[in-house]
C-alpha cells in the first residue's frame, strides 16, 4: 500500500512470466480473463489476466510496441474502430463483460475515461471553461451545474485554484490534470 492507502500493482504487459506483484485483486471492478488481441494475422496481446480494484494504481511498463497502450484501449474498447483489430477473452467492468452484444459503448468510454500523452486543450479558453464547454455544449448540464462539478473534480485532481488560467499558463502535469478532470 502506498501512503494514500492505494493498493499498487506492477504489470509488464508483454512479459507475463515477469509480472511484479499479484495479478488479482479482491472485490475487482475490472477484471481481464486470458485477453489476446490481434491486427490481422500479428498478436498484438497474448493471454493477459489481471485484476484491477477501485482506487487501485497499476503501472504498465514494458518495451515500445509490447501491447501496453493496445491493452489500455481494450478497457473502453477503443479498438472497435479498428476494423482488422480482434480481441478475445473477457474483460468485465463490475461482472459485466463489457464485449457483450448489448453493452452500449458510449455509456462505457464515459465510464471509462483515457488521458492520452497527447491531448488538446482549447488554448484561448479557461482551465474552467475547457472542463465545461463539452457538457454545456452538448446539454448534458446547465452552465451552473457543470461550473459546480467543474470545481468539484479540479479539487479532485488537485487544482482549484488553476481554474481561471489559460492552459499556457499551467505546467504539463497540470494541463493533464485539466485533461483527467
Known amino acids: ?7 499498487e500493482t506492477l504489470v509488464s504487459a508483454a512479459l507475463p512470466d515477469e509480472t511484479v506483484g499479484n495479478v488479482y485483486a479482491d472485490n475487482p471492478r475490472i477484471t481481464a480473463r486470458d485477453v489476446n488481441v490481434f491486427y490481422g494475422d500479428k498478436q498484438a496481446i497474448d493471454r493477459v489476466t489481471l485484476d484491477i480494484a477501485e482506487k487501485q494504481v497499476i503501472s504498465f511498463i514494458g518495451p515500445s510496441g509490447c501491447g501496453k497502450s493496445t491493452f489500455l484501449r481494450c478497457l473502453n474498447r477503443m479498438n472497435d474502430t479498428i476494423d ?64 459546480d462539478k467543474a470545481m468539484e473534480y479540479l479539487k479532485r485532481v488537485q487544482i482549484p485554484e488553476q481554474a481561471n488560467k489559460l492552459p499556457g499558463q499551467l505546467s504539463g502535469g497540470q494541463q493533464q490534470r485539466v485533461a483527467l478532470a
Open 1 to 7: 500500500m502506498n501512503q494514500q492507502g492505494k493498493t
Open 84 to 147: 482488422i483489430c480482434r480481441i478475445e477473452g473477457e474483460i468485465a467492468l463490475d461482472g459485466k463483460n463489457i464485449y457483450a452484444p448489448d453493452v452500449d459503448v458510449v455509456p462505457l468510454r464515459a465510464r471509462v475515461g483515457m488521458v492520452f500523452q497527447q491531448f488538446n486543450l482549447f488554448p484561448h479558453l479557461t482551465v474552467l471553461e475547457n472542463c465545461t464547454l463539452a457538457p454545456v455544449s452538448n446539454g448534458k448540464m446547465d452552465s451552473g451545474t457543470a461550473h
